[in-house]
């Protein structure tokens, strides 16, 4: 089977490639500006998505194209460039796939479009999207697109990811830092309901959909479990060994101050410790339902997620991006 993945150089896509690679699948990949280290077997072709003539060609004789190319959450991003890159990248990148015949096409959308669950329950593929932010929003104009697509017969699904965490991720390393390090307070109630999706678990799925998925099909990838914020950061504190702390306030207060410290901030060209974006994850509830997932492709993630993030923090502190645990300064090494 012969895949090409953009979007190869982030967390996911990296992970991908590899697991491709060691499936024997033949792999291509976009580079755009950062390299793949590891990828020596992979076919790598130049690009950029917001430019269709220079994907012109590219997804020749490819059986499955995984689009995970995206703009994430970024201070320095702005409006017109989520747009042009989430939207009508997609837009570009599908166009150049029917063009060249490609087989299936799986394109990553976001828990994120459907904004705030308000029962706070883990909701299916039907319910109503509402998002919140110009990078949810744009994940939406790119989900429409796929079915769009997908509407007009060619072979496409979407796949909405939980809450991905597991070793090399750089956005959720960026919690569990703060709790390690003893940084991070629980402004909030902390019963806001997310549902954690460990990389190998989501990587089961993601094959499962290539090899199964019905064209014009959206599925939740998630893990079993959804659990409160607060239940998540307590459990990364034990796997880090230290404590949390917690000190709610009121809402109202955390938005402004959210608000104030973005804009104080970026005059700095720097991101601020919180922002609008990092607290939507304490406050809106995202929380996913697989059970379509498992009835209709088989998933069956095996990963809990006190065992996940164990075996996450295990992964920093063996690479050194954490030190090591409080309670074996003396005796920790690489190889434990």
């Not at 601020?272 to 509830?285: E, N, S, V, W």
């Not at 809990?304 to 409080?326: C, D, H, M, T």
Request: charged residues 25%; positive net charge; proline residues 6%.
């Amino acid at each position: 089977m012969k895949a090409f993945v953009t979007g190869a150089s982030g967390f996911i896509g990296n992970h991908l490639v590899r697991r491709l690679l060691q499936n024997d699948w033949q792999v291509s990949i976009l580079r755009h500006q950062k390299a793949l280290e590891g990828c020596e077997e992979c076919r790598v072709f130049q690009g950029d998505i917001k430019d269709p003539r220079s994907l012109k060609d590219m997804f020749k004789r490819i059986d499955v194209l995984f689009h995970l190319a995206a703009a994430l959450g970024s201070f320095r991003i702005g409006k017109e460039e989520f747009f042009a890159i989430n939207a009508q990248g997609t837009e570009n990148v599908l166009k150049a796939a029917a063009d060249a015949g490609v087989g299936k096409v799986i394109h990553f959308s976001s828990a994120g479009v459907l904004g705030s669950v308000k029962k706070n329950k883990p909701v299916g593929e039907t319910h109503p999207p509402s998002p919140r932010d110009v990078y949810d929003r744009t994940k939406l104009e790119g989900e429409k697109i796929a079915l769009r697509f997908a509407s007009r017969g060619e072979n496409v699904a979407v796949i909405r990811p939980g809450w991905v965490y597991g070793p090399g991720d750089r956005r959720t390393f960026k919690l569990i830092r703060a709790v390690a390090a003893k940084k991070f307070i629980l402004v909030t109630k902390g019963d806001t309901r997310q549902t954690p999706v460990y990389i190998d678990d989501l990587l089961q799925g993601i094959l499962l959909c290539a090899e199964k998925a019905a064209s014009g099909e959206i599925f939740h990838l998630a893990g079993r479990e959804d659990l409160t914020v607060k239940e998540i950061t307590q459990a990364i504190a034990r796997a880090a060994n230290v404590s949390l702390s917690q000190f709610p306030l009121p809402l109202f207060a955390l938005k402004a101050a959210a608000w104030k410290w973005e804009k104080a901030y970026a005059l700095l060209g720097k991101e601020a410790p919180l922002t609008r974006g990092k607290l939507a994850f304490f406050i809106y509830p995202k929380p996913l339902s697989i059970q379509k997932a498992i009835t209709d492709l088989g998933y069956a993630p095996r990963w809990s997620f006190e065992k996940g993030i164990a075996a996450a923090v295990r992964w920093y502190r063996q690479k050194r991006w954490l030190p090591p645990p409080p309670s074996s300064q003396a005796s920790f090494s690489p190889q434990e």
